[in-house]
């Protein structure tokens, strides 16, 4: 994700909630009104009286405001103060079809990010009656939930369904921190068994192992966190822990959304 924030000389004042994500068109057909183009014009800032939060066309996205602040892009306060706006390109020498599935990846990564419900990606016209997204609204809305939906759910299958490596699984190649998570995960077994799977490794392994289940750091001039870290948080998540779907993950784990969202985010990381 490439990032080129603006200044928020055209940003309302507050908080988002970031409880919806509003899809739009930049209606813009011009060729080269591409996303660095429209991430240029917020720069620029003070051309049109209007900010949105990511541009995307058929090469790239492009984040211009951090989601918490109040963008000007849904044409009521409500929509503004709620959602996270992106603007799709519909400039004439790109690939709307990749397009469009570049704006579904994008669209996934930032519902699964702030912990939104698909049925919260909604239209700019859901706020303020505008016919946009244009083409979208035309053909295609439907597919293009659709493929948001196909995105998530990958993320959404219990991280113990994904496929494991057997045990006897070789362990060179795998860093220390790699093996540190199998062990915790109960890859390795115990005690001999342990000793033998990990061979070489097992006595950084081990120190790892055991430094992350006391808790205590390698630099003791860090100011010790507060409650579990989110790299610890993870692991108890991937040993299913605190069991399957992301509300009963946050509430097992008696988190905030922001430090779920994290914690979700490291979990899909270890995973891929
Ligand atoms: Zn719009």
Known sequence: MKQQIAS???TGSGTNSCRFLTIHETANKSRGANAQAHANLQSRAGIRQASWHYQVDDREAIQSHPHKR?????GTPAGNANSIGIEICVNADGDFTKTIENAAQLAAQVLREENIPLERMV???YWSGKNCPTFLRQKGWNAF?????????D????????????ASKPSTGKTVAQLADEVIAGKHGTGDARRK???GKYTAVQAEVNRRLTGKTSKPS??????????QMATEVITGKHGIGHAARQKSLNIDSATYAKVRAEVNRRLK
Do not use: I
């Open 8 to 10: 928020t000389t055209l």
């Open 70 to 74: 109040v963008c000007w892009h849904a």
């Open 123 to 125: 239209q700019h016209n």
């Open 145 to 153: 939930v659709a493929r948001v939906r196909e995105l998530l759910k």
């Open 155 to 166: 993320d959404d299958k219990p991280a113990l369904e994904k496929p494991q490596a057997p």
């Open 197 to 199: 799977s990990l061979g």
């Open 222 to 231: 860090k100011p010790k966190p507060v409650g579990k870290t989110v790299a």
